[in-house]
């Protein structure tokens, strides 16, 4: 079954510390892959994507996110967290029917003083 | 632009009795989703409407769910009778086919309360 794992549930780290974010997938072929974040209160909005190409893909906020076909991974990275960027994280495939997004659980980010 | 628009954002209702959530995607968007949240959970697809037809509804609990999309622009989700499981987030989002881009735009859910 197509599945999309997100394996830490939550993450603290210090504000200016980098920060690496999980996510892997199961699918037959490579998905479509997706990062969304959502803040208290807000709805969720799309950080980046990859769909083909080069691996290492750039987003909003300073995000990046790699892309490994050989683990099944598409990990979320940023060099230097904002105390801002605590907030809850998605990663989601597209579905190959219809093309929903099929999410993983998420990861909730704490950042620290 | 303006973004998916949903109400009520916040509801609570006692189980058994009805309740419906209303959306209005980004102008042109032809794709409507409706995505349930339960706490500490990832958004689970519930139906997805292309214009005013249904892609996929095979998650909605149809027994209990209903949803519409009027004229291919805003959509309503009903539930009846409502359950204490189905205390979630329901969330709407559109995307545009156009560009092929498959990205979605999610308004800021409705938080629901059954007791």
């Known amino acids: 079954a197509q599945s999309v794992t997100q394996p830490d549930i939550h993450i603290t780290v210090s504000e200016g510390a980098s920060l690496e974010l999980r996510c892997n997938y199961s699918?037959?072929?490579?998905?479509?892959l997706f990062w969304y974040v959502q803040s208290p209160g807000q709805g969720l909005q799309l950080l980046l994507k990859?769909?083909?190409?080069?691996?290492l893909v750039q987003g909003i906020k300073g995000f990046e996110a790699e892309f490994k076909r050989s683990q099944s991974s598409f990990n979320l990275r940023k060099p230097s967290v904002h105390w801002s960027d605590a907030a809850e994280y998605f990663c989601?495939?597209?579905?190959?029917?219809?093309?929903?997004?099929?999410f993983g659980k998420g990861t909730s980010l704490l950042v620290t003083p | 632009e303006a973004g998916v628009a949903q109400s009520p954002r916040y509801k609570i209702i006692e189980k058994r009795q009805s309740v419906a959530f209303w959306c209005n995607p980004i102008s042109g968007h032809a794709t409507l989703y409706w995505y349930q949240q339960i706490l500490g959970q990832g958004p689970k697809l519930l139906i997805q409407?292309?214009?005013?037809?249904?892609?996929?509804d095979s998650q909605l609990p149809k027994d209990r769910f209903s949803a519409e999309r009027l004229k291919g622009v805003d959509s309503t989700l009903k539930i009846q009778p409502a359950k204490l499981e189905d205390s979630a987030v329901y969330l709407c989002?559109?995307?545009?086919?156009?560009?092929?881009?498959?990205?979605?735009?999610f308004g800021p859910g409705t938080r629901l309360t059954v007791t």
């Open positions: 409407f292309q214009n005013n037809g249904v892609v996929d």
């Open positions: 699918y037959g072929a490579t998905p479509y």
């Open positions: 990859y769909f083909s190409g080069d691996t």
């Open positions: 989002a559109s995307s545009s086919d156009r560009g092929r881009t498959y990205e979605q735009y």
């Open positions: 989601a495939a597209l579905t190959n029917s219809g093309y929903a997004l099929n």
